[in-house]
């Protein structure tokens, strides 16, 4: 199956409009694995997890199959990135501490990227593949932006935007899974008008309200973070 190129093309509006991951992430991720010295990310987009995952980890390889994407990358001290297929790493036997997919594993061809990774990961290394569902926001905002997740966009996902929706719950998984901390990405929005019954449910467009990716997280020695 061949590299889905969906995002080449956005690339920077993809790096400056996704959401960031909290850094409670990466310290899931350095204390479920068996050491810190090198850790992979796998389909790194514009490197929105990358650049965080130096803070534990010695040394951290991003790899991406979008050139494009990695022209948008920021930079941080002991990240490389490489332009380079899930499935075809390139990186040495055995050498990663941790893997991690970060809303990217839907667009694998997910039986050949397990193989390089079981080649890729160190003894005991852990493995996790990470993604965050449909926002959340309290009270009748958090009900409109359901409505226009499911009914008016809806239609317009691709057909792998399911695994997103199911957690990663409906990608095969073959390692052990372990248990994990409840976390979210977080951010404050204020309203910027699309629709008026948002508007009206929104109340003060002025007022900033808290929207939330939920994540779900898992640490361990081989575990799926959804």
Request: net charge negative.
């Amino acid at each position: 199956m061949g590299f889905k190129d969906h995002f080449s093309g956005h690339a920077a509006a993809y790096a400056a409009h996704r959401p960031t991951w909290p850094e409670a992430l990466v310290d899931v991720l350095a204390d479920g694995s068996p050491g810190c010295e090198l850790a992979w990310d796998v389909g790194c987009g514009s490197g929105q997890l990358s650049t965080l995952l130096p803070r534990r980890f010695a040394s951290v390889i991003a790899t991406d199959a979008s050139a494009e994407q990695l022209e948008h990358a920021l930079p941080a001290a002991r990240l490389t990135y490489r332009c380079a297929p899930a499935e075809q790493s390139g990186l040495p036997s055995h050498s990663a501490d941790c893997i991690v997919v970060a809303q990217a594993a839907h667009w694998f061809d997910i039986e050949a990227f397990y193989a390089d990774a079981r080649r890729t990961l160190a003894p005991s290394g852990a493995i996790a593949l990470v993604t965050y569902g449909v926002i959340e926001v309290d009270g009748d905002v958090g009900a409109i932006l359901h409505r226009f997740y499911h009914d008016i966009i809806g239609p317009f996902w691709r057909p792998e935007r399911r695994h997103v929706e199911m957690g990663y719950r409906s990608l095969p998984f073959p390692f052990a899974e372990a248990g994990f901390p409840k976390l979210a990405m977080r951010k404050q929005w204020p309203l910027e008008a699309f629709a008026v019954d948002l508007r009206a449910a929104w109340g003060d467009p002025a007022q900033a309200r808290e929207i939330r990716w939920p994540l779900r997280v898992c640490p361990g020695t081989s575990c799926r973070i959804a």
